[in-house]
């Protein structure tokens, strides 16, 4: 399985922590191939990626750029993906569309940590991956401590493809290890060969020593020739760097300057040589070579003027437009040369296309008939932040939710949901990812919301029982009402819920008004005492009387309201508060901070442990009131280098009294006379 196969177009996926020049080397790669006459900057706002207002603003990526070049006669579609944690649904979607991942990063070894989830999801996956440790320009660069750093956080070994020449404190240049010939970086063209500097050449054999050394740990034929001091060929050399990669045994590694032009065409001429093509990928991804027309979405957009389209990689077949798939007719077939969606009629293996108007396609889904055993698509990511939601006018709350669904349509880790009380919460990764998700609201939508912190959902109980009696009686000229009942109201244990028990004996109340008594009861617990709903209790219905006249459904309802109105109060009600099961996972450097984050919200810690498969990593289990969840993924981020994360499940009710729970119900009764 080598990287031949050339004619087909291959993709690439730029992925990275934040700011490491993703959008810049998508820039210098479009430019150093031609498909644009004037290399862009991110900080002018003149790049082919990161076109869209809300990443303008931002001076960062919020969705995937797509962008495809021809690069000495092949076709390349790059996806550069957002590097910030809270838009990694979008990295590890494109991830699966794409024959190899450019892993951005910035020569400071301080910043090695950052990079650790993305080479996790990539060695889990085997997809393989290239490093391309950036920014090489500025000064004072650890380009050795770098990849030390690296190292501890890839499980693949991280192997030096070139070695830097430096005059002074800049890099100027790079030896290659496999061809042996070094060259001098000329901003805008390609390097220029010049003599291996005679201080560099004992640098360079035990460089290239370690690079073979590693290719010999897969490759017994090269490993005899090694033993034997026998100089391997180049084409043995190529070749094995091709299959590693592609197998995901070794990550080779190169630097360069996006922004200045440092090594682009020594990065293109690699991606040439070494990236699987896309029949090595399908493969890889569990899609057959035989068999019907076959893509898989990996991005939605709904556009302005195009409609939705589905990104997807063709991995099998022909598909046209105006074809019908799956019971709908392509609306529009689409290339990306240098990010501008173009019309094309048809599209085959290895492209990545947009298709459009296939309403029913969601993200991830298979378009023409799925294989059996496809690699599994990634899981949205559970979320880890909540706003809740209105629209700014009134009655624009239908308008809001169908934008929302688009949104998050586009955006599986954008997660809508109808909270407890009556509440539109969005769920998503973070404050700027929910921010970006309400701006669109406004540029695309049109639409201006109101936003605020979820309810919590308390709930409340009793301690004491109570026997109560109700009656409800009406003469009102006419037909009468009458409803007569006795409730006995008692507390349940934990978990158990409301249990409404009849024990009504000799027809004192008779059948058919039985169940209005257990609705007037219900009904009164959707709403306590405090304003929450009331569980963990019992009520008996014990005795009563009617009227053969005056008795209705409606008068036994409001006979046991009447009741329960009386009685809660007297049954020493107390708050309950939602404590969820958080795991946080951190790097062990701040395993210390992260029980201070637990404690200093009330949370109790159940204990911590070595994160299984993520060495260096820690776990943190604890209990955490839900109260005090909603800032925790900004405050461990910002302790964190932005790596630390937590999942959750709710675990139990707890019951709360004091100054806290005073506060609660203050609240409550506040948002309720509001309401
Ligand atoms: N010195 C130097 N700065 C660079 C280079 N490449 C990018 N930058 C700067 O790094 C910053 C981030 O660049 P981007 O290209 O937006 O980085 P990114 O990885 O796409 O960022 P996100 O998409 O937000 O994750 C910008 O201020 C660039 O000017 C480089 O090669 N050298
Ligand atoms: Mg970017």
Known sequence: MTAKSPSLPRACALVGPFASGKTSLLEAMLFAAGAIGRQGRVKDGSTVGDASAEARARFMSVEPNIASAQYLGETWTFVDCPGSVEFQQDAYNALMAVDAAIVVCEPDPARAVMVAPVLKFLDERKIPHILF????????????????????????????????????????????????????????????????????????ARARQELLEHLADFDDHLMEELLEDIQPPTDEIYQDLGKDLAEDLIVPVFFGSA???????????????????????????????EGGALAQVFKTVHAAHTGKLSFARIWRGEFADNQVVDGSRIGGLYAMP??????????????????????????????????????????????????????EKKGDDVKLSGALAKLSEEDPSLILEHGEFGELVLRGQGEIH???????????????????????????????????????????????????????????????????????????????????????????????????????????????????????????????????TEGMPQCDPVLLEPILLVEISVPSDYTAKAQRIVSGRRGQ???????????????????????????????????????????????????????????????????????
């Open 259 to 289: 922004e200045n032009d440092g090594g682009i065409h020594r990065l293109l001429k690699a991606l040439r040589h070494d990236v699987p093509a896309p029949a090595v990928t399908a493969v890889r991804q569990g899609i057959k070579a």
């Open 605 to 675: 810690i159940l204990g911590y442990d070595a994160k299984e498969g993520w060495q260096g990593w820690d776990t943190v289990n604890a209990y955490l009131p839900q109260a005090e969840m909603d800032d925790l993924i900004v405050e461990l981020r910002s302790l964190t280098m932005g790596v630390g994360t937590f999942s959750w499940a709710f675990d139990h009710l707890q019951e709360i009294a004091g100054r806290i729970a005073d506060k609660v119900v203050e609240q409550r009764r506040k948002a309720l006379e509001n309401a």
């Open 434 to 564: 929910l921010q970006v998700a309400i701006d669109r609201l406004k540029s695309r939508f049109n639409m201006q919301v109101v936003t605020r912190k979820p309810t919590v959902p308390y709930k409340e109980t009793i301690r004491k029982s109570v026997s109560v009696h109700g009656r409800h009686k009406k003469q009102s000229g006419g037909h009468g009402q009458f409803g007569d009942v006795y409730l006995d109201i008692a507390p349940l244990p934990r978990g158990q819920g409301f249990h409404f028990v009849d024990k009504i004996v000799g027809g004192v109340v008779p059948r058919q008004y039985i169940p209005s008594v257990e609705h007037g009861v219900a009904e009164f617990l959707a709403q306590g005492p405090f304003g929450f709903p009331v569980v963990d209790l019992s009520v008996t219905l014990t005795s009563g009387s009617y009227h053969a006249v005056d008795s209705s459904d409606m008068a036994f309802k409001t006979a046991a309201r009447i009741a329960m």
């Open 338 to 391: 240098a990010g501008i969606p173009t019309k094309v009629a048809k599209a085959g293996p290895g492209d990545l296309v947009a298709f459009g108007r296939l309403d029913p396609v969601a993200t991830g889904a298979v378009i023409g008939e799925a294989d059996s055993g496809m690699a599994t698509w990634p899981q949205p990511l559970a979320p880890l932040f909540a706003f809740a939601l209105a629209a």
């Open 133 to 204: 440790v950036n920014k090489i320009d500025a000064a004072g660069t650890r380009l050795k401590e770098t990849l030390d750093a690296l190292q501890a956080v890839s499980d693949r070994p991280l192997v030096m493809r070139e070695i830097p020449i430096r005059d002074g404190e800049s890099v100027t240049g790079y030896i290659d290890l496999v061809s042996e010939r070094a060259y001098r970086y000329r901003p805008g063209q390609a390097s220029a060969m010049i003599q291996i500097p005679e201080a560099l050449k004992g640098e360079e």
